[in-house]
C-alpha cells in the first residue's frame, strides 16, 4: 500500500463466522475514516482484533496484518 487516503470512507466489520478470512457474515460494527478505524482497532484487545477487518474505499477489504501495517506507518495519523 503506497499512498494511503486516511480519511477516505471506510467500515469496520465483525466476522460472524468461525474465523475463516472469507468475506462471509459479516456485520457492521462502526463506520467512519480510515485513520479513525484503524486507531480504533488498534486500542481493541488482541484477541477481538483477529474477528475484524476494515473495508476501505479505494483500499478494499484489510485484515489485521494489513491493519497493524497501516498503524505503523510513518505517515499515520494516530501515530
Known amino acids: 500500500m503506497k499512498d494511503i487516503q486516511w480519511d477516505?470512507?471506510?467500515?469496520?466489520l465483525e466476522r460472524g463466522d468461525g474465523g475463516s478470512?472469507?468475506?462471509y457474515d459479516f456485520k457492521t460494527l462502526k463506520s467512519g475514516p480510515l485513520?479513525?478505524?484503524?486507531?480504533y482497532v488498534?486500542?481493541?484487545p488482541p484477541e477481538q482484533?483477529?474477528?475484524?477487518v476494515i473495508d476501505a474505499a479505494g483500499v478494499g477489504s484489510m485484515n489485521i496484518?494489513?491493519?497493524?501495517?497501516?498503524?505503523?506507518?510513518d505517515d499515520f495519523p494516530g501515530k
Open 49 to 52: 482484533r483477529e474477528r475484524v
Open 35 to 39: 485513520a479513525e478505524l484503524v486507531a
Open 65 to 73: 496484518h494489513d491493519i497493524r501495517l497501516l498503524a505503523e506507518r
Open 21 to 23: 478470512d472469507m468475506f
Open 42 to 44: 488498534m486500542a481493541l
Open 8 to 12: 477516505a470512507a471506510a467500515q469496520l
